[in-house]
């Protein structure tokens, strides 16, 4: 089955720089990835998320690029603000809609935004 | 807000108690989910729903009981639980079940087993 693998663990930044989280997985055949950010006393919530045909995907400070020959993907976050300091999940699955796919997680990134 | 509510926030049981965790999405969503949290691992996968029909049991102890009487609320039945199952328990829904539609969480359950 799938397994998908996040580092760093934890990050801390100064408020202003570029932080940076990757992720490898392991099925080649997985072709959808979501990163959700989960603050503090609050369940995870979608930022944003990247399909196989394509290589990189930005909203405003956030963007997501993939490499699928390696099977890894990050996520970049530019000019981080405090509020950015939650913890970070990444997550692969096959993204069929005709069947059930697991979303299958990575064990999180603690990002810590220093003011 | 996310639409999707949890009661109780906060759980504390002994390992011979019986209690009922609930779910509840304002969404109009056709699948549920409940995921297990523990520090330091991936969230894992429990049970999924999809139109109040089980589609996925992922091996979870027979002591994890889910329940979904309609497409808006979901149980999770505890009994007989152990420490290690102490953990935040979270909700999810979608759309429709599958791994493109987007997961909306619930704040989650903090179950304390003593």
């Known amino acids: 089955g799938e397994n998908v693998e996040q580092h760093p663990s934890t990050l801390s930044v100064q408020e202003g720089d570029s932080a940076v989280i990757k992720c490898t997985y392991s099925d080649s055949a997985s072709n959808y990835f979501p990163w959700y950010k989960q603050e503090l006393g609050k369940g995870p919530q979608l930022i944003i998320d990247?399909?196989?045909?394509?290589g990189e995907k930005k909203d405003q400070r956030i963007a997501v690029t993939l490499n699928k020959t390696a099977k890894h993907f990050s996520l970049h976050i530019t000019e981080t603000q405090p509020e950015d300091s939650a913890v970070y999940f990444c997550?692969?699955?096959?993204?069929?809609?005709?069947?059930?796919?697991?979303?299958?997680f990575g064990p999180g990134t603690s990002l810590s935004v220093i003011p | 807000e996310t639409g999707v509510t949890q009661t109780p926030r906060h759980l504390v049981m002994g390992m011979t108690n019986k209690k009922s965790l609930k779910c509840e999405q304002h969404l109009g969503h056709n699948a549920m989910y409940w995921y297990k949290q523990s520090a330091k691992k991936p969230l894992e996968l429990m049970f999924v729903y999809s139109l109040e029909e089980r589609v996925e049991n992922n091996s979870v102890p027979s002591r994890f009981s889910p329940e979904c009487p309609n497409s808006s609320h979901l149980f999770l039945h505890l009994h007989t639980l152990q420490p290690e199952d102490s953990a935040l328990y979270l909700c999810?829904?979608?759309?429709?079940?599958?791994?493109?539609?987007?997961?909306?969480f619930g704040p989650g359950t903090r179950l304390t087993v003593t």
């Open positions: 990247i399909r196989s045909n394509v």
């Open positions: 997550a692969a699955s096959s993204g069929q809609e005709t069947s059930y796919d697991k979303v299958i």
């Open positions: 999810a829904s979608s759309q429709d079940f599958g791994a493109p539609y987007e997961q909306y």
